[in-house]
């Protein structure tokens, strides 16, 4: 599975972007996809995953601002960042959950980044 994303740059408080990111190779076994986001020295989190079924979840720190939707029939997802602030500065890291029987894989992009300037 290979993950493309696109989308990031550079934006002013309050503003919006939205990140891409297309799935290709064997994706018939993903289950779940999502944004994770890090900075430097930080670990890496959860911003907002979506599954087949369309179900999502959010991390705290975004909700009512940003927004996962998947196009199945084109294995992308999307991430709608609305009301942006200077803390959602971070590279931006799409992931896809594989699961075949009792194997389980995540996959991930490359990063893009996203800064936010206040």
């Known amino acids: 599975v290979q993950l493309v994303e696109s989308g990031g740059g550079l934006v002013q408080d309050g503003g919006s972007l939205r990140l891409s990111c297309a799935a290709s190779?064997?994706?018939?076994?993903?289950?779940?996809m999502g944004w994770y986001r890090q900075t430097p020295g930080k670990q890496r989190d959860l911003v907002a995953s979506?599954?087949?079924?369309?179900?999502?979840d959010y991390s705290d720190s975004v909700k009512g601002r940003f927004t996962i939707s998947r196009d199945n029939a084109k294995n992308t997802v999307y991430l709608q960042m609305n009301s942006l602030k200077p803390e959602d500065t971070a590279v931006y890291y799409c992931?896809?959950?594989?699961?075949?029987?009792?194997?389980?894989?995540?996959?991930w992009g490359q990063g893009t980044q996203v800064t936010v300037s206040s």
């Open positions: 190779g064997y994706t018939g076994n993903i289950n779940a």
């Open positions: 979506i599954t087949n079924d369309g179900a999502t």
């Open positions: 992931n896809a959950k594989w699961r075949f029987l009792f194997t389980a894989r995540d996959y």
